[in-house]
Every structure is written in C-alpha cells, then in structure tokens.
C-alpha cells in the first residue's frame, strides 16, 4: 500500500507540470498571436483623431425665420446633444445596462472576453458579448456590424487606441448621440421624441431605464413592437441600478411598476409650410447634392413667420371650402358594405385607402337620421354631424347650378358613404368634401421681399402642385395697375378723363374685329382714371393704354420685374391676358408698397451646417431706410424702379378700390392703411387680389387645376378677396393702422369730380385729388385735347 501510494504522488506532479507547462505554452501563444495580430491589423485601424469631428447623418431641418420646426428629410433622425444636456440619471442607467466599469476600464473588459472567447471555441458561434461602450463607439464609428473575428480583433485594438487618445467624457457623448435605438433613432435625444413625444430632460425613471436597455436588442426590446420584452428589459436595468445603489429602493419599486404605454411619436412641426418645405429641399438637393442634404445636419432658416403661415393656412382652407357651400354637394368619395355588425376592424379597413386633406376627415356613414347622421372617422371615433353642417349640402350640378335643397338627410347620404367630416368646434361637425378649385396665397415683406407666408394648394399631401410659384395664370383685371402706372409716368393724372363709349378694333393676323365689354355690360362717358382702376372699367382702361402706347406700357412693366417677352404685344395687355404666377404678381404689387422700389422675393434666410456654422446667408436687397435711419453692415439697396410720387399716386387709387370700388369687402377690417386690385380672366376661370399695407403685399389666386369657369359671380371679389381678407386680418393684428406717407413733390387740388378740373369748394361735385407736382390742371383748360388733366376722345375705330 505504501509503494503504491509512493509511486502516485510523482504520477500526480508530472501530470500537473505538464498541464502548466501546456497552459503557459497556451498562453504564450496567446500572447504571441495577439501580438502579431495586433502589429498586423494596427496600420489598418483609423485615426481616432477624427472622432471628434465624424459626421453624424442628421436630418435636413426647415425651420421658420425665428427656429420653429417646418419639416425634416432624412432616413435617420437624430438630435445630437452634449453631455450636460444629458440626465444624470439616463448615464447612470446606461452604465447600469451596459459597462459599469466604463469610467475604470482601459477600454474593454478582459474578463468579459475570455468568457465571450470560450463560448465561441464550445459553441463554434460567434457571439457578440462584453462590448462595453468604448467597444461599441469604436463599431458604431468605424467599423462593420458584420461578426467575424478579425472585425473583433480590430474592435479591441481600436477600443484600447479610443480609450488611450480621448476622454471618457468625450467617449460617453459619441455613444449616446450615435447608438442605434430602434424606430429609426439614432441617439438617445432622438429616441426620446420619437417613444414618448419628449425631449430627454421631460423623461422620468422607468422612461430613462427603458431607453437604457434598448442598445442590446432594439428591434426585439422597443416598447412599440415588443412591449413584453421591453419590460422584462427595464426590469433589468432598474435592477442593476439598484443593486448599484444608483436608486432607491422605493424608486424601483415605483418604477418597475409604471405601465409600458407608449406609441409612435411624430416628430412635433411647429409650423404647417409644405410647399416652402419642398422648395427648401429642392434647393438644397440642387446645391448640396442628395447626399449631404438629407444626412448633413443641416438646418434652413426661412423667412416665413409662423403667425402669418398659420393665418394664410387658415384663410385658404375657410376659403376654398367657402366656395364648396355656394356650388353643392359632389357627393360621396366613395360607396362601401356597412351592417348592424360591421366592425370597427372592418371600417378601419375600408378608410385605409384615404387621408386627411386640408384638415378634413375622410369617415365612413354608419346610421343616417332624420336630420342628422353619425360617421365613423380615421380616428377612430363615431362623430355626430347635425343639420346645421349637412343642410348646405345641395347636389351640385354644375359650377352654375345647383339641385333642390334638401329637407332631411336621407336626401343626402346613405349608409356606406365615405365622406369627408370637417371639425367646426367642440362636439360640431360638418359634412364637406375636397374642394375642386385650386388656390395659392403669397404674402411678401414689400422692405426687403421677403417671403412671410406662401400657400401652394389646398393639400400638399393631396397634390403637390406648387400653384404659388408654378402656376402661370392669366391676372385680369389686377395687372390693370401697371399700365395706370404707365400713364401716370407719361404725365396723365389720378383725375384725367378718359371715355368708356364701345370699342372695336382690329385684332389678330387676319384683322378679326375686337369687341371688348365692361364687365357689368353698361358703357359709361368721360371718365377719371381713378374712378376707372376702383371700379376695374374694362373699355376705360383700353383707352389709356392706346394713349400711353403699347410699345412703351410693355417695356414699363419691366420695372416691376415682368419680361417683355412673356407679355402680349396688344390692347388685351391691360386686360390681363397675360400669364403670370401669383409669386410673380406679388413681387410687382411690391414696387407700390414700398414706395417705388422693386425687391427681389427670397424664401431662404440663412443655412447652419452640423457644427452650428452659418454658410450661407440671404443678401436681399433691401429699400433704403429714410432721412436719419442708421444703417448697419452693407446692405444691398434695392433699384428705383418708379418715382415715390408715383407709387403714391397709384396706391391711393387702389385705396380707392377698397374704400368705393370691387374690392369694398376689405372694409370689414377697419384699416386705413390698405389698397389693391381684384381681376377676374374671362368667364370666370381665374380669380385675383393682390393687395398691401406698408407691412405686407400679399396676392391671392383662385382658379381650377385646367382652366375652366368658376362660376357666374366667381370674380376677384368674390372668390380670392375673402381669402386676402382673413390673412391680412390676422397678419395685421397688432400693426399701427398707419397712413401711407406722402412723399415729397405730392400736392393736393380740388376738382370737379365730372369734369377732372380745379373748381370751388364750394361746388357740389368738389372733391380733393393728389397730384404729382406740375401736373395740376389749370382752370378753363379744354377737353378734346389728349394729355395731362385732359380727356382722351375717341379716335378711329375708338
């Protein structure tokens, strides 16, 4: 027994020599081939040098001149945040979840992985395993997410060479703004508004801890998708926090029992602008290429105000749908199967196919009443719309006719009918539909032009038509002002009489006989220019163009940034048949507002890059301020493009369009401080007001996709002034009603309203004229002769 125990134990020691000395060749081994795979993979690793200063793919952001959120592009959204701006409490969750060891470690955790090691040489998987958040910079920043263990040597290296060349700090920032989250988030500021519709300092615990524990897994952990993983997930997190003495005891317990209840957050947009949303984008894709403008950070301030956009939002909308009530029902959009057991499912199904437009709710009739029906709408809720929002509802015939009223609303709906609902109030509901005719709403600052509001359509999401800046349309009776211009540059006055007998002229190449009409068909005698433009007389305003010339009147309107060359070359020129955008209108109507000088209309005010840098600023040009004003920085003076007398002259005949001529709706608003001009194209196809304060021009345009009647009485005041009328209402809300001033050269004389010259006061007909200095008519001056304060007779055909 003794020799045998004697001869084991020698057994025993070479056995253990052999296994140590097999451990230490394995660890030499070990050593040598990290060593080797570190001399042969190190050129290979990227300077980290650059981390710092790496782009991050953020979204193109539109924001409006004082920073509220337009619209985004992008396919990442991200909200890059510095380490202050981060909750103490999300850090500590984070390190909780992920590296506890992060502010100690060397950048990876040694233990962590031999144990990831040894699950791969017993399993033959690779297994991801022991990251910490030096690591997972290091892959998020620089490397592939394919697993291959080369890709995690390289991962190691990098880490050590993070670890060693930047602070933990800075290391910390890069992963919270880089890591992905889920749901398209990238960063934990991102994530934050897109689970809860909040940003990360609104957060409380278990929203923090539920963030904290999305890195691992975030498809298989978000609260959205997976809202029983995310538990268990938090659940983790919190515990971890706890067994780090991070939170209390009484903190867990309230936290880990919070509900998981969230849902997808659209990012919030202050401001509702599509259509200068697009143009943005279309800029910057032009200058900047696809690439940078929809991954570089970059940020758009417009020139818009957000309340002038929301006012102009509004009144277009109030507008459009204005002109749905006067024509009558279309009818349903669409008829589908509903029962006493239809489903909620079953209904959802069916309203699949549509979407809101303009504020209006596509929903499904489910029970029609006497005088009232109940809709199921994309909301989900079962909405009540009484009589007061169906009654309205006349079958529409056509843009001139309507069917009998109805008496109850069986004679409108029926069960099945998709409709569009529009939310009038608390508990008020209306029946509507998508209106048929189009819009367009451009409000300029006449200082500088730029862009305050712009409206291209009903519905962007509808149709993306631009019609503000896209759509060439004739004006009417509004492009009637430049021509008035035109006259009174050549020495004509506000009180010159012009006659408004018929006309027939020669017109086209085969010398076809031209008729023209007033609209109201009644022809008038000698009248004064300003009666003339307020009251938008067609055969007076013919008159004034053949004394001004054709030629010259053409070649005018290039001073209020027309071209020649779209213009027609005839008398239908003051007419308005023409065809120019509103955009285009807006910029001309802008010479008068500010007093002669022709602006350049911009949308962009400055573009800041990724790191907060401004590259790119407007230079507009700007009206030069008055006598005394400082001027600061070197501004851009805008051109002279008619005499200050002369836009004052003008503006106070379109005051007079307000106060006793087409446009006397504008009224309402009880501003002194207002002028402009209605057109109408022929039969109604396209209505008009352009207007302006000295604050803001704006024009308005109303009109179908493919020209084509409005309707009888669908003019410029009927149709487009309402919609000017609202907007400038509220843009204005707050603004001095300030007189237009007088410039210098302008003097005042008392005519005879008949006869356009000097008179007593004491006449009936006296009234009181603005002239430009030196062209007052003098007492006892004949009539018959065409010029200055006199009258223009017919000649020829005329």
Known sequence: MASSSTSGAP??????????LVFFGLFAAGVLTAAVTAIVLAPTLPPVHNILRKHLKAPLQVLTRHGQLIAEFGNEERMPVTLKQVPPTL???????????????????????????WVDLVTGRK?????????????????????????????VLLSFKIARELTKNQILTLYLNKIFLGNHAYGFEAAAHIYYGKPLKALDLAQLAMLAGLPQAPSLDNPIDHPHNARARRHYVLARMRALGDITKAQYAQAD????????????????????AEMVREYMVKHFGKKKTYDGGYRVYTTLGAHEQEAADHAVEDGLLAYNIRHGYYGPAAVVPVSAQTSPHRLRRDLRHYTTAGGLVPGIVTSVGHRSIKAYDLDRHTVRVGWQGLSWAAPFITVNAEGYAPRQASDILKVGDVIYLHHEGPGRWALSQIPRPYAALVSLRPHDG????????????????????????QPGSSFKPFVYSAAIAKGYTAASLFSGAPIVALSGAHGELWRPHNYSEHFLGLTRMRVGLAQSINLVSIRILRAVGIRYAVHYAERFGFKASMLPHSLSLVLGSATLTPLEMARGYTVFASGGFRVRPYFIRKIVDEHGKTIWRAKPLVVPPGPGVAIHGTPHFAVQAISPQNAFIMTSMMQSVIRSGTGQLALSL??????????????????????????????????????????RYEVGAHAALPIWTQYMGAALAGKPDTPFAVPPGIVTAIINR??????SPKNPLAMREYF???????????????????????????
């Open 11 to 20: 057994l025993k020691r070479r056995l253990g020599f052999r296994l140590l």
């Open 772 to 798: 430009i200095k030196g062209t007052v008519p003098k007492k006892g001056a004949q009539r018959g002769v065409p010029g200055p304060a006199q009258s223009v007779r017919s000649s020829g055909l005329f």
């Open 257 to 276: 029992a919070a509900p998981i209840a969230t849902r997808a957050h659209m990012i919030h947009y202050h401001v509702d602008a599509p259509y200068v």
């Open 91 to 117: 850090i500590q969750a984070v390190l909780a979840a992920e590296d506890r060891s992060f502010y100690t470690n060397p950048g990876i955790d040694l233990l962590g992985i031999a144990r990831a090691a």
């Open 127 to 155: 297994a991801q395993g022991a990251s910490t958040i030096t690591m997972q910079v290091a892959r998020n920043y620089f490397l592939s997410p394919r697993k291959t263990f080369t890709r995690k040597a390289k991962e």
């Open 670 to 711: 009880k501003r002194i401080d207002l002028a402009g001009k209605t057109g109408t194209s022929n039969h109604e196809r396209n209505a008009w007001f352009s207007g302006f304060s000295p604050y803001l021009e704006t024009t308005v345009w109303v009109g179908f996709p493919v020209p084509k009647s409005l309707g």
């Open 754 to 759: 008949h006869t356009g010259l000097p008179c």
């Open 450 to 473: 730029s862009v305050a509001a712009l409206v291209g359509g009903f519905d962007f999401y509808h149709d993306n038509f631009n019609n503000a800046i896209q759509a060439y349309r």
